[in-house]
């Protein structure tokens, strides 16, 4: 990071330095981190490191934006029906901090395309299928890199933080997918919470501020207005994670 920037940074950020303390922001500025989903949760989660003031934003994402997108994905506007939500989303995320980097990955992530996720020190799952986030898993514990799961539908969320090695991973804690549920209702505050909570990980672990969602599954009900944890542990025998 440049004098320059450093400088015009410790401006723009000066809200949060006593929070994250001078290496603390250093260390968040010389970050990058892969965002995969640039849906309902994947906009608050990218829009908040953005202004946080993340090094790198790894933005991955094949579908376009579509009408029904808008009730809870920020970063695409009515003007971007149509367009690759990757772009949409770096071209609003570059106009609220000019300062990031911002990559656009447009691929569906698979087993074979998993290696253009290169240089990353942390990925957000933000998707919507098992088959997905297991993916995102595996890849996080092959790497040793943290993984933020997290997960929405109607007024409730859940978010748990992985660390290989220390904590159980995706797979210890469901260890079978659970039945499809696509066309499930979301509501956008729903996602809007859930996702800025992962931000919100993902900054405590750049940082090494705070405690982190680990070793257990935070569940929100917003129509309740309760948020409970229950404890996850590694298993023995996980397929991913096991020594």
């Not at 656009?104 to 919507?128: M, P, W």
């Not at 979301?186 to 982190?212: P, Y």
Request: charged fraction near 25%; proline fraction near 3%; include cysteine.
């Amino acid at each position: 990071m440049n004098s320059d920037r450093l400088k015009d940074g410790l401006t723009r950020y000066d809200r949060q330095l006593e929070l994250l303390g001078k290496s603390g922001q250093e260390n968040l500025n010389n970050s990058s981190v892969a965002v995969v989903g640039l849906g309902g949760l994947g906009s608050p989660a990218a829009i908040y490191l953005a202004i946080a003031g993340l090094g790198k934003l790894v933005l991955v994402d094949h579908d376009e934006v579509v009408l029904s997108n808008l009730n809870r994905q920020f970063l695409h506007w009515d003007e971007d029906l149509g367009r690759q939500k990757s772009r949409s989303a770096a071209e609003k995320l570059k106009r609220v901090n000019s300062e990031i980097s911002v990559e656009t990955l447009e691929l569906e992530l698979t087993a074979n395309t998993a290696g253009e996720l290169s240089d990353i020190d942390l990925v957000i799952g933000s998707v919507d299928n098992f088959e997905t986030r297991y993916l995102l898993n595996e890849l996080a514990v092959d790497r040793g890199i943290p993984y933020i799961h997290g997960a929405v539908e109607g007024f409730r969320g859940q978010l748990t933080t992985v660390v290989p090695g220390e904590t159980p991973c995706l797979r210890c804690i469901f260890p079978d997918e659970p039945p499809d549920r696509s066309g499930i209702q979301v509501l956008g505050v729903t996602a809007g919470v859930i996702g800025t909570m992962m931000a919100n990980e993902a900054i405590k672990v750049l940082t090494d501020r705070g405690n982190l969602v680990t070793g257990r599954l935070l569940m929100a009900d917003l129509a309740s207005g309760e948020f409970n944890s229950v404890d996850v542990h590694r298993n023995r025998d996980c397929p991913v994670c096991s020594e």
